[in-house]
């Protein structure tokens, strides 16, 4: 990790996030495994650190409660999944359909994208490939969101780790 800043820069946040959600005397095998594989991943495979760290966020947030919903309506319940236009709303607690009100325009390639990674097992972390809108779309809504459930500061959320995203050679 301290030979790529990028990688390093995901792996602190992870680190970050997992002490601060840590709770004293009570283990969380999940979690660790969580945090283990994406370590591992960050440090010996070639998978982008901003794939890692969005999956490690969600599972993050989903262990401690906040899953975001992504199918159906966070307000009203409509199935979304064949719905245009829709939105993220940190507030409500995930996607809202048009008539629900307005938030952070997200695709629905991106909410499949979120829905997957949270289905995924920890071991196939390093599979995760992610085109370069998904990603933008991910980072403006996933910390955002997580400041908003989590209602703390939280200074791994404020480091910026996929801030400076390249675009990948197959994105043209």
């Known amino acids: 990790l301290r030979d ?10 992870v680190l970050a996030l997992t002490v601060d959600g840590a709770r004293e005397a009570d283990p969380d095998p ?3 495994s969580t945090l283990y594989h994406t370590l591992s991943y960050l440090c010996y495979t070639d998978s982008d650190p901003c794939d890692l760290y969005f999956a490690f966020l969600l599972k993050y947030l989903d262990r401690h409660g906040y899953r975001p919903m992504l199918t159906r309506c966070a307000k ?16 409500a607690g995930g996607a809202v359909c048009p008539d629900c ?9 991106t909410l499949e994208a979120m829905r997957r990674m949270l289905q995924l097992e920890d071991e196939k972390l390093q599979k995760i490939r992610l085109p370069y809108k998904v990603r933008l779309e991910l980072n403006d809504i996933l910390p ?27 994105e043209k």
């Open 101 to 109: 009100g307005a938030g952070q325009a997200v695709s629905r390639v």
């Open 144 to 170: 955002a969101y997580a400041r908003c459930v989590l209602e703390r500061r939280i200074r791994a959320l404020e480091m910026g780790v996929c801030d400076n995203m390249h675009k990948e050679a197959d």
């Open 76 to 91: 009203c319940s409509q199935d979304l999944r064949n719905m245009q236009k829709l939105t993220f709303l940190a507030s």
């Open 4 to 13: 790529d800043y990028d990688r390093f820069r995901a792996g602190l946040s």
């Open 30 to 32: 999940a979690l660790f």
